[in-house]
């Protein structure tokens, strides 16, 4: 059965670093455009990042840029999120999630995306 599974999440200080893992098993992620998404209690899912399969190009949103990296390594199926100078604003659930294979290009919208992660809880605060 095809599954995502994020990892890497925890409690940091302001200013602090993380770096989330979403693996797969069951299919291959280099065939996905992949993102990465967080939501907290009462407000929508937001797209964070993301990266296509065609050609690794990326997309990040703008309350992140300059902080947050996505990257992929394809011979261990799994795509990172690198979180750098965290604030407590960026306290969520992280989701990864997976687009059709119709889709090689990347987006920030979620609901373009067809398969997801459990999520992981990251926690900024002093």
């Known amino acids: 059965q095809a599954q995502l599974v994020e990892s890497g999440g925890g409690l940091v200080q302001p200013g602090g670093s993380l770096r989330l893992s979403c693996s797969a098993s069951?299919?291959?992620?280099?065939?996905?455009?992949m993102g990465w998404f967080r939501q907290v209690p009462g407000k929508e899912r937001e797209g964070v990042a993301c990266?296509?399969?065609?050609?690794?190009?990326?997309g990040v949103a703008d309350s992140v840029k300059g902080r947050f990296t996505i990257s992929r390594d394809n011979a261990k199926n799994t795509v990172y999120l690198q979180m750098n100078s965290l604030k407590p604003e960026d306290t969520a659930v992280y989701y990864c999630?997976?687009?059709?294979?119709?889709?090689?290009?990347?987006?920030?919208?979620?609901?373009?995306?067809?398969?997801w992660g459990q999520g992981t809880q990251v926690t900024v605060s002093s």
């Open positions: 999630a997976a687009r059709s294979l119709m889709f090689r290009h990347c987006v920030l919208d979620p609901s373009e995306y067809d398969y």
């Open positions: 990266i296509s399969s065609s050609d690794d190009n990326t």
């Open positions: 069951g299919f291959t992620l280099d065939y996905f455009a």
